[in-house]
């Protein structure tokens, strides 16, 4: 057995330290539960806030692989600091928006922000960690920032649901701040033992991209991943009418009369601690079932328990929880397997690339979501979403298997555990 390395170990330590540091600082928690309610207050129409989440969508595929080309030849870092500076000026702009058009403006760099972020922290993480010590750690650290960053989150939703009904802007304002002060932690961010980020040609990123994903298992598992992502993605549209729907007598008689608005802040924060738990312990899945168990055992689980409904209703919200949980999951293993078939050099690129597959999947995937909610019920377009994965899943098992039975995953080691 090799012995370990305690410069390469201490190396690890502070990235995984100032990575976690990075992740707390998420900004988009405090405004997250109202911020419909606060567009709705600005005069702005159901029809013209759905609007904003569709430019998000078309920017997001336009920019995913040029923003990670940019990734790529400023540096990634580089390209998390023009993130969350874009996070901080959308943030800045919610609060003096007054026009739709002004907030069509204010979202398009939110969509930015996002695809900007998107390929570059992943990859930043990946080659951050060095060698074969990124393949044993990514998922386990990966996992572990995600769910600090969604304990932060929980505890930032009831705090901006409070802070909202002080002074509807107060929930942005906080967030403005988490945004700058994490766009400081970013830069102190150490980089990569690896050839740092070079400036590849733009004349190979699509032979680079089409090198990526030209296996036929790679190519089944980012279909199977995208349609995963969207489809859970698309429920975030219902949760709150539906759980409105079976709690309403709970949500008006909240002890010591609280406002509405705190319930769901309290509703979300639960959301976002079962994330923690899920995303937590992605590494440790993987390590006790292999890869290719848990990529076929949580999407599964999560589209039978959405489909479950239609026989036993009272289940829906319950459902709800079991989705947080494994989608979050989900996300740093899908990142893991995506990274271990990605050369260093374009990682960011190509990494974008799978996001833009996974956009392109998740907005017809809304679409079709809001069409069958407005013609029956949100509770059927649950379902339907659930009934719908298993059948596409059950597709690809049968022609491409996402993942094959050759494909191995090294260990994603953890350290710790929740307290």
Do not use: C
């Amino acid at each position: 057995m090799t012995e370990p390395d305690p410069s390469r170990e201490r190396r690890t330590r502070r990235v995984a330290t100032r990575y976690y540091l990075y992740r707390s600082l998420d900004p988009r928690g405090f405004a997250f539960p109202i911020f419909v309610l606060f567009l709705l207050s600005r005069g702005l129409s159901f029809t013209e806030i759905v609007s904003l989440s569709a430019l998000q969508a078309v920017l997001t595929v336009a920019g995913e692989i040029p923003t990670g080309y940019v990734g790529d030849r400023i540096g990634r870092r580089n390209s998390i600091v023009v993130s969350r500076a874009l996070a901080f000026v959308h943030l800045l702009g919610m609060v003096v928006a007054r026009t739709y058009p002004e907030f069509l403006a204010v979202w398009s760099l939110w969509a930015l922000s996002l695809a900007f972020a998107s390929g570059s922290e992943d990859a930043w993480l990946y080659d951050a960690l060095g060698g074969t010590l990124a393949v044993e750690r990514f998922t386990g650290i990966s996992g572990r920032g995600t769910a600090i960053g969604q304990w932060s989150m929980a505890l930032t939703m009831v705090v901006g649901a409070g802070l909202y009904i002080l002074d509807p802007r107060y929930p942005f304002l906080a967030s403005a701040v988490f945004a700058l002060v994490g766009i400081f932690v970013v830069v102190s961010l150490p980089g990569p033992r690896v050839a740092e980020e070079t400036t590849p040609d733009i004349r190979v990123v699509l032979q680079v991209i089409r090198d990526a994903f030209g296996g036929r298992s790679l190519r089944s598992f980012v279909i199977y991943a995208g349609f995963f992502l969207g489809i859970t993605s698309a429920m975030e549209e219902f949760i709150q009418p539906v759980a409105v729907d079976a709690f309403e007598a709970s949500l008006t008689t909240l002890p010591l009369g609280l406002p509405p608005e705190i319930g769901l802040g309290v509703l979300y924060a639960t959301f976002a601690g079962v994330g923690a738990f899920g995303s937590f312990y992605a590494g440790d899945l993987v390590d006790r079932f292999g890869l290719r168990r848990t990529v076929f055992a949580i999407p599964i689980l999560t589209g039978a328990v959405l489909a479950a409904p239609a026989v036993v209703a009272v289940i829906v919200v319950p459902s709800f929880f079991v989705m947080k949980g494994t989608r979050a999951a989900m996300k740093p293993i899908i990142s893991g397997h995506l990274n271990d078939h990605i050369p260093s050099a374009e990682r960011a690129t190509v990494l974008s690339a799978a996001a833009m597959v996974f956009a392109l999947l998740r907005t017809p995937l809304h679409l079709f979501g809001g069409v069958v909610a407005d013609a029956w019920s949100p509770l059927t377009a649950v379902i339907g979403f659930g009934a719908l994965f298993l059948v596409v899943s059950g597709v690809l098992y049968l022609t491409e298997p996402p993942v094959s039975k050759e494909s191995r995953s090294q260990p994603a080691r953890s350290t710790g555990s929740p307290k």
